[in-house]
C-alpha cells in the first residue's frame, strides 16, 4: 500500500505550503513510505484528486485544496482530519496502515482489543486477585520509584537553589542599602560643607562691609575736623584783621 500525498508545489498561499510541509514533515518522522503527487504541473493528478475526494468532504465551492492524502486509491482525509488525528495518536488508523510494534498507537490497540475480550479484561480486572504491585506494573513500577526518587532530588536541589538566591538577594539588597545610606551620607557631608563655606563667604562679605564702612566714617570725621580748622582759621584770621583796623585807626 502506497500512501498518496498531492501537493501543489507553486502554491502562492502561505498556508497551504505550511499545512504540506507539516504533512510531508510528519510522515517522514514516522518514516512511512509516501508518494509526492504535484497538481500544480500536472492536470491528470488535479483531475483524480478532485474526483476522487468523498462529496461530503468537498468544500462549498467544490474544489478541495492541497494537501489530500489517499492510502492507494482510498481516501484519508485532508489536513485538517490529518492533525485531528495526530494529536489523538491514531495517525497510522488514519492512514490505514498497521501501527509498528511499541508505538503509542499500537499499545491504545492492545488495550481495545483488551477491553474487547471480555473474559480477558474481567481476569485483568478483578479485584479478587490480589497482584503484586511489582508484578501488575513490572518496570514501569520501578521507573515510577526512580522518577519519584528523583523528583525528590530534584526539589531539595530546588529547595537548596531557592535559598541560595533568597540569600543572595539579601545579601544584594544589603549592599544596595549601604550604597544608599553612604550616598546619603556623602550628599549631608557635602551639603553640609557648601553651608559651611556659604556661612564663611556670608561672615567675610559682612566683615569687609564693616570695614569699608569703618573707613568710611573715619574719613568723615576727618573731613569734620578739617572744615572745623579752616572755620576756626578764618575767625582768627578776620580778628586779626579788625583788631589791626582798631589799631590804625587809633594811630590816626
Same mark, same amino acid.
Given at each position: ?9 507553486s ?12 504533512v510531508?514533515g ?15 504541473c ?38 485538517d482530519t ?5 494529536e ?54 520501578? +521507573? &515510577? @520509584? ?5 523528583? =525528590? $532530588? !530534584?526539589? *531539595?536541589?530546588?529547595? %537548596?537553589?531557592? #535559598? /541560595?538566591?533568597a ?25 553640609e ?13 559682612e ?20 572744615? +572745623? &580748622? @579752616? ?5 582768627? =584770621? $578776620? !580778628?586779626? *584783621?579788625?583788631?589791626? %583796623?582798631?589799631? #590804625? /585807626?587809633?594811630?590816626?
Amino acid at each position: 500500500m502506497v500512501i498518496k500525498v498531492f501537493l501543489a508545489s507553486s502554491s502562492g498561499s502561505t498556508a497551504i505550503k505550511k499545512k504540506q510541509q507539516d504533512v510531508v514533515g510528519f510522515l517522514e518522522a514516522l518514516k512511512v513510505d509516501y508518494a509526492q503527487l504535484d497538481i500544480a504541473c500536472n492536470e491528470e493528478n488535479r483531475m483524480w484528486m478532485r474526483q476522487n475526494v468523498p462529496e461530503d468532504k468537498k468544500p462549498a465551492n467544490g474544489i478541495p485544496l492541497p494537501p489530500q492524502i489517499f492510502n492507494e486509491e482510498g481516501y484519508c482525509g485532508d489536513y485538517d482530519t490529518f492533525f485531528d488525528a495526530k494529536e489523538d495518536n491514531s495517525v497510522y488508523a488514519f492512514l490505514g496502515l498497521p501501527p509498528p510494534p511499541g508505538s503509542k498507537e499500537a499499545e491504545q490497540a492492545d488495550k481495545a482489543h483488551i477491553v474487547e475480550n471480555g473474559n480477558h479484561a474481567e481476569e485483568i480486572l478483578d479485584d479478587s486477585i490480589e497482584v503484586p504491585v511489582e508484578e501488575r506494573n513490572g518496570d514501569a513500577h520501578v +521507573e &515510577e @520509584e526512580q522518577a519519584e526518587e528523583a523528583d =525528590e $532530588e !530534584e526539589g *531539595e536541589g530546588g529547595e %537548596e537553589e531557592a #535559598e /541560595e538566591e533568597a540569600a543572595n538577594d539579601e545579601a544584594t539588597e544589603e549592599e544596595t542599602a549601604g550604597d544608599e545610606a553612604l550616598a546619603e551620607e556623602e550628599e549631608e557631608a557635602v551639603g553640609e560643607t557648601d553651608e559651611a563655606q556659604a556661612e564663611e563667604e556670608e561672615q567675610e562679605e559682612e566683615d569687609l562691609q564693616s570695614e569699608e564702612e569703618e573707613e568710611l566714617r573715619q574719613l568723615e570725621e576727618q573731613d569734620d575736623e578739617g572744615s +572745623e &580748622e @579752616e572755620e576756626e582759621a578764618d575767625v582768627q =584770621e $578776620e !580778628e586779626e *584783621e579788625d583788631l589791626e %583796623e582798631t589799631q #590804625e /585807626e587809633e594811630a590816626e
